[in-house]
């Protein structure tokens, strides 16, 4: 299969901004955060405001579980990421939505929306480029953390679908792709403990190649390259 080129990312710009500014989702950003994670994503084809793209980080230091991408129905409220994961970044329709989670068990979840996790709001999608950088020490109106105090690894895996489906008897596999190879879905474990730069191949020996969208769609109605993750980084930067 063919194996797209890495993607040369430098971090993204800090904004130098006076005062308060606001997030997508309303709430406050901290250009300053000493703590950072900056992620980046690319597809094939530009990336396509009416489908996901969900970033999924699992913070329980467990290498042994993290998150999978959900390939037919499901009764989860996000629709689009099982297993294991306790933060959530979703992208759609030009926003970016950030999420604490916790797993209810017996398939039931809790998303809790977290406005002020960016470092600087995050432009929508550029052409086939998906970028944000996430404040690690991020909280919510209530006090309650994006990411665990003194967390040292994530688990992270990327999922694009083109749509969430929640009919029980409806049992094809639907349009998505994640990290890892055809009929695979893997998730990284990334060590976080201080600076550091992962990418495609070289990210806990996951290697995301491209064409390798999943689906049993037959009528050809799903623009499959606009799904495809071709390539990706995420940087850790800590001061």
């Given at each position: 299969?063919?194996?797209?080129?890495?993607?040369?990312?430098?971090?993204?710009?800090?904004?130098?901004?006076?005062?308060?500014?606001?997030?997508p989702?309303?709430?406050?950003?901290?250009?300053?955060?000493?703590?950072?994670?900056?992620?980046n994503?690319?597809t094939?084809?530009?990336?396509?405001?009416?489908?996901?793209?969900?970033?999924?980080?699992?913070?329980?230091?467990?290498?042994a579980d993290g998150?999978?991408?959900?390939?037919?129905?499901?009764?989860?409220p996000?629709?689009?990421?099982g297993?294991s994961?306790?933060?959530?970044?979703?992208?759609?329709?030009?926003?970016?939505?950030?999420?604490?989670?916790?797993?209810?068990?017996n398939?039931?979840?809790?998303?809790?929306?977290?406005?002020?996790?960016?470092?600087?709001?995050p432009?929508?999608?550029?052409g086939?480029?998906?970028?944000?950088?996430?404040?690690?020490?991020?909280?919510?109106?209530?006090?309650?953390?994006?990411?665990?105090?003194?967390?040292?690894?994530?688990?992270?895996?990327?999922?694009?679908?083109?749509?969430?489906?929640?009919?029980?008897?409806?049992?094809?596999?639907?349009?998505?792709?994640?990290f890892?190879?055809?009929?695979?879905?893997?998730?990284?474990?990334?060590?976080?403990?201080?600076n550091?730069?992962?990418?495609?191949?070289?990210a806990?020996?996951?290697?995301?190649?491209?064409n390798?969208?999943?689906?049993?769609?037959t009528?050809?109605?799903i623009?499959?390259?606009?799904?495809?993750?071709?390539?990706?980084?995420?940087?850790?930067?800590?001061q």
């Amino acid at each position: 299969m063919k194996r797209f080129s890495r993607l040369v990312v430098a971090p993204l710009l800090l904004l130098f901004l006076a005062g308060c500014a606001k997030s997508p989702s309303g709430g406050p950003v901290t250009p300053t955060a000493p703590n950072r994670l900056i992620v980046n994503l690319q597809t094939q084809a530009p990336v396509n405001n009416a489908y996901i793209y969900a970033f999924a980080f699992d913070d329980d230091d467990d290498s042994a579980d993290g998150p999978a991408a959900i390939i037919s129905s499901t009764a989860l409220p996000n629709g689009v990421v099982g297993g294991s994961f306790t933060a959530l970044v979703i992208y759609q329709a030009g926003q970016y939505t950030v999420y604490r989670r916790t797993d209810l068990g017996n398939g039931n979840e809790r998303l809790d929306r977290v406005a002020n996790a960016f470092v600087v709001p995050p432009a929508p999608a550029s052409g086939n480029l998906l970028s944000f950088t996430l404040n690690l020490d991020a909280t919510d109106d209530s006090g309650a953390r994006l990411f665990r105090a003194g967390v040292q690894r994530l688990d992270v895996n990327f999922v694009t679908t083109n749509e969430i489906r929640r009919d029980p008897n409806d049992l094809r596999r639907k349009a998505y792709d994640a990290f890892g190879p055809r009929l695979a879905s893997f998730y990284a474990t990334l060590d976080i403990r201080g600076n550091r730069v992962y990418t495609n191949a070289a990210a806990a020996g996951v290697t995301e190649p491209g064409n390798d969208v999943q689906t049993d769609d037959t009528n050809n109605t799903i623009n499959l390259s606009q799904l495809d993750i071709t390539d990706f980084s995420l940087s850790v930067e800590r001061q």
